[in-house]
């Protein structure tokens, strides 16, 4: 049986687990907002509209930040149609999904909404089609407390209370060629340079998030980050990473070593943020805003540019509604390892998305809400990851992929409570074909026992859950964990997931 060995002591310490590696994203795309956690007709509706299944099932999942309204929609997007009395708000063509808007649900009721789930609204504004002034109004709008035309507007739509927004992103893939009012780094390094300095002389305390790559094969990866952080860096606090993966042509081994490949995409964007601070000689570090990651079925997805007839243009359409399977799950909680690893740099993340959009939670018009396979290792690691992330000194056995070459059988990250005294650790065991024996030095964190074992694996590593069959897929204890004599030992099955918490 193959077998990896890791060590954990609290000393090996990478850097405090911030709450916002937890966070989503919800998008006017799709059925995310409509259908998705707004339904008013729905018989779980709230006074509101928004389906309160859909908002407990978020709970549960334990999201910190939540970004919004986009992703490519919000390229095209005016603020202010969202907001005022319903039956006044136009509806418009949304360009980048080929579908029709209503503005039904905009900034106030999505506050709202986060009131009621427990998260952080992480906003991001357009600098596609629109530039500093709106960037400024949405922010008097959203965080003034009164006494100002925009603040006073907000009053009189019936919030009272500022939005207190902190984390803004400063537009979305302005590198993309698709996003409506791409630019080059130089164009788009100093229309984010102008906004950030004009929204911090409003307030000088707000964090605000540089956009880096679409993904890591774009063709001006790096070099986009370098130039657009060269215009920027005294100005933000964050660089975006974006990046979804997909099994393709049945290659599960390369698939299930995709987190390799998030690894060297962070340890890329951190080199290049900390090239541009030896040049300018600066103290302050930039730091990482993952607000775009995910598996996606990319390849699957019909282009929107075949919905031609603008007068057809879908309302809440069903766009990128990937089912989610045992190994999908398995890759999401190999990602959540890799952001783990990587917490002194890497302090706020974004599973994009929340609901029906490549998205964790699924819900059906006038139906149920479910958890889809990647639901689980998101809630678990949210919950159980705590304190500081450590490095675990891993020695494993390997395997060799087409697309990444040889890399380790199992992949690991621990986090350790000081306050409480708890260790959590995640693994993944990469193996299309062989169970996998881990032993895990703990005699370092004193004399501790098993409280928790999670394993998500299945036989059929295809299985998902859907409309008919919910809860095919979840995960269950894994009775073959152990501590004895200062080791812990646990048996991991072909491709799986696993979170074990001692205490
Ligand atoms: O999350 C789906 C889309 O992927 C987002 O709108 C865009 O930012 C990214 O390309």
Redesign the pocket.
């Known amino acids: 049986m193959p077998s990896a060995q890791l060590t954990l002591d609290p000393h090996f310490q990478v850097g405090a687990v911030n709450r916002r590696l937890f966070g989503s994203?919800v998008?006017h795309?799709g059925r995310c907002v409509y259908d998705g956690i707004y339904e008013p007709g729905h018989t779980s509706a709230d006074e509101e509209g928004f389906r309160t299944d859909v908002i407990e099932l978020v709970r549960e999942l334990g999201v910190s930040a939540i970004r919004y309204p986009?992703?490519?929609?919000v390229s095209g997007f005016r603020w202010e149609d969202g907001v005022g009395p319903r039956n006044e708000r136009p509806t418009r063509l949304d360009l980048?999904?080929h579908s029709t808007e209503s503005n039904q649900v905009g900034l106030d009721e999505f506050a709202g909404w986060l009131e009621k789930v427990g998260s952080e609204l992480m906003y991001a504004v357009n600098l596609g089609t629109r530039g500093v002034q709106e960037a400024l109004d949405v922010l008097e709008y959203a965080n003034i407390r009164s006494g100002t035309a925009l603040s006073d507007a907000r009053i009189k739509n019936g919030r009272p209370e500022p939005h207190r927004i902190t984390m803004w992103c400063l537009g979305?893939?302005m590198d993309?060629p698709?996003q409506l009012g791409h630019r080059n780094a130089e164009d788009y390094g100093k229309i984010a340079s102008q906004t950030a300095k004009a929204m911090r002389q409003l307030d000088p305390d707000l964090e605000l998030v540089v956009c880096g790559s679409?993904n890591a094969n774009m063709p001006t990866f790096g070099s986009w980050e370098h130039t657009v952080l060269l215009h920027t860096y005294d100005d933000v606090d964050y660089i975006s990473c974006?990046v979804?993966y997909e099994e393709l042509d049945g290659d599960a081994a390369s698939f299930l070593a995709v987190a390799t490949n998030m690894d060297h995409f962070i340890e890329s964007v951190v080199a290049t943020a900390d090239t541009v601070r030896a040049q300018l000689n600066r103290k302050k570090r930039i730091n990482i805003s993952f607000d775009?990651w995910?598996v996606?079925y990319n390849t699957r997805f019909h282009a929107v540019e075949q919905i031609t007839d603008i007068e057809q243009w879908p309302t809440a359409p069903r766009l990128?509604e990937d089912s989610y399977s045992v190994i999908d799950a398995v890759v999401v909680g190999n990602l959540l390892i890799s952001l783990l690893k990587h917490a002194d740099r890497v302090t706020s993340a974004s599973l994009?998305?929340l609901v029906n959009?490549?998205a964790p939670i699924m819900t059906e018009p006038g139906g149920p809400a479910w958890r889809q396979t990647t639901f689980f290792p998101f809630a678990i690691t949210s919950r159980l990851a705590v304190g500081t992330a450590l490095e675990v000194k891993l020695t494993s056995d390997s395997y060799t992929t087409k697309a990444y070459g040889e890399v380790p059988l199992v992949d690991a990250v621990a986090t350790w409570d000081e306050a409480t005294g708890r260790t959590a650790i995640f693994l993944v065991n990469r193996s299309t074909d062989a169970a996998t024996t881990v032993t895990v030095d703990v005699s370092h964190l004193g004399d501790v026992a098993l409280l928790e074992t999670h394993t998500l694996a299945d036989d059929d590593i295809y299985a998902a859950n859907t409309l008919t069959d919910r809860e095919r897929v979840g995960v269950a204890e894994n009775t073959s964990a152990q501590v004895s004599g200062g080791t812990l030992s646990i048996e991991l099955p072909a491709v799986s997931w696993t979170a074990i918490s001692l205490g």
């Open positions: 994203f998008e795309l986009g992703g490519n929609f980048a999904w979305n893939e993309g698709w679409s974006h979804y775009e995910n996606w990128l994009a998305q959009v490549i």
